[in-house]
Structures are given as C-alpha cells and as structure tokens.
C-alpha cells in the first residue's frame, strides 16, 4: 500500500476507536447528569413561569387569584405571596410575584442573592429569603441542590422596570405538620404573615 493510503486508513481507524471510546464512556456513566436530585426535580415541577426574559422561572402559570400576604419595600416593590404548599417530598413551595408600583426602574439588590459566598457566585437568586416559625422558633432557608444552586427563581433581569411584574418562587425544607402559619423575611421588607396549605 501507498503511504498516503495508510495514513488515511490510520485517520479512519483512530476515528472509529474515538467514536467506540466516547459510546462506551457514555454507556458507563449511565445517566449522569439527566437524572435530577429529588429537590431538583421538584423545583423543576414548581416553578413558576414569567413573561418577562431571565427570569428564570418554570413552564407553569401559577395561580395568582389568591394572596396570602402583600409585603412593601421603601422602593415601591410589592411582594406578593400567592401560595404556601407542602409536597409530599417534605418540602415547602412559596409561589408569589413581585411587582413594581413606582414610576422608576427599580435596581434589584445583590442582598437578594443572600450572605452565602457559595451561594451568590451562582448569579442572582432570592437566596436571601426566609421562613420563620415563631411558635416553634425556627428560621428556614431556602434549599440548595448539591452545586450549591438555590431553589428560587433565578437569572432575572436586575432592572425591574415601572409597571413590571415578575412572578417568583423559594423553595425550603417544610416545617412540621403542626406549623401552619410562617412569617417570610426578606430584604428591605416588611415580614409577612402566611398561612400554610
């Protein structure tokens, strides 16, 4: 044989041996990375949906006919918390929206991202909110997935423009059976009384 047709049956040959590598690695991992963690898969589940870009919200339309509470900040940002729900995974989904009342574009905080360095190198987030249960004297925070990725809307637009709303939501380890109302903490607003469904 010539020496250019060896070197193209080399070419072939390393080719083919790279392709059976790469199936055979991805045989052996299985399904690694396609299988969420529990927590993931529910925050997937839950996620609300925004019609504004970034905002980092689900597929689903949350219900927004009812409110539990309506918190303000200084700014004229309203938060407000449209549902509390237990699922049967232990966990406690808060849905709610927050919408800009003022006549400015309001810039979002990095606070909301909470004081966890881990956490705020992950982009922006509601991180920094939480539950509080006063009569059983527990603080909750919001969870994690094990990259250290908080479970709440993320990647929003940081300019909230006048008029805007965004629909959010946190998701925290469910308090016991018998706790049925919490008071949600955020930065910059007044805390707000909920009921748990």
Request: charged residues 20%; neutral net charge; proline residues 5%.
């Amino acid at each position: 044989m010539s020496n250019p047709h060896m070197r193209t049956m080399r070419r072939v040959g390393g080719a083919a041996a790279l392709a059976a590598t790469l199936a055979l690695s991805m045989t052996a991992c299985g399904n690694d990375g396609g299988e969420k963690p529990k927590d993931v898969a529910s925050q997937a589940s839950t996620a609300p949906s925004e019609s504004d870009k970034g905002n980092g919200g689900g597929e689903n339309v949350p219900d927004t006919s009812t409110v539990l509470a309506t918190s303000k900040n200084d700014a004229g940002i309203d938060m407000v918390i449209n549902s509390a729900k237990r699922d049967s995974g232990g966990f406690l989904t808060v849905v709610g929206q927050f919408k800009n009342t003022s006549s400015t574009t309001y810039s979002v905080p990095t606070a909301w991202n909470g004081k966890e360095v881990a956490v705020s190198l992950k982009g922006r987030s509601l991180a920094d909110m939480t539950l509080v249960d006063s009569a059983g004297k527990k603080r909750y925070y919001v969870l994690r997935d094990t990259d250290n990725r908080p479970l709440t809307t993320i990647d929003y637009n940081v300019f909230f423009k006048a008029g805007q709303t965004m629909t959010f939501f946190a998701q925290f380890p469910a308090p016991p059976d018998t706790t049925t109302k919490v008071d949600v903490l955020f930065n910059g607003f007044v805390p707000a009384s909920i009921e748990i469904s």
